[in-house]
């Protein structure tokens, strides 16, 4: 018999401080507000009452990269607009992860020219990418939700 069928009924809870730490880190995500293009408005429905974000600890998008720990990147990205998201990218305090939304923001999409960034990955490094053009708002809760895992999988080594 192991200690939670001893001590469950008692109502202890035993924990690691990782874990701890990465569970709160999951349950108070603040992305920044940063639509590019059409996927934006997938990304605002998502934020809608029919799916509903703030079930994730995500009530409201922030307007300064100085309060939020989520990019989530929807659209095309310019070559003229890359320098900015990248400076949004850096004043954004660690821990940070970003997401690409979209094929555009994920590979160029069908925008193959020279003024379109092939990939916003070029740019700022991506933890989650969803498909689809447009991507469905259940895209990007799915991909919150893979990095949720990846973030509760982080250990205090892998913190720099």
């Not at 997938?42 to 989520?70: I, K, V």
């Not at 555009?104 to 990418?129: L, W």
């Amino acid at each position: 018999m192991g200690i939670e069928q001893k001590l469950a009924n008692m109502g202890i809870v035993t924990t690691t401080l990782e874990q701890a730490v990465n569970w709160g880190r999951t349950r108070a995500m603040w992305p920044l507000l940063s639509g590019l293009a059409c996927c934006a408005i997938e990304m605002m429905a998502s934020q809608a009452s029919h799916y509903d974000m703030s079930r994730f600890g995500m009530e409201l998008m922030r307007p300064s990269p100085r309060q939020s720990d989520l990019l989530i990147v929807a659209g095309r990205v310019s070559r003229k607009m890359a320098p900015v998201l990248r400076r949004l990218y850096d004043q954004m305090p660690d821990p940070k992860w970003a997401i690409a939304m979209g094929d555009c923001a994920s590979c160029g999409g069908v925008f193959n020219n020279y003024a379109i960034v092939q990939g916003v990955d070029e740019v700022i490094p991506i933890d989650v990418y969803v498909a689809g053009c447009p991507p469905r708002p259940e895209g990007l809760i799915h991909a919150i939700l893979t990095l949720h895992e990846k973030i509760q999988n982080e250990k205090f080594a892998d913190w720099k």
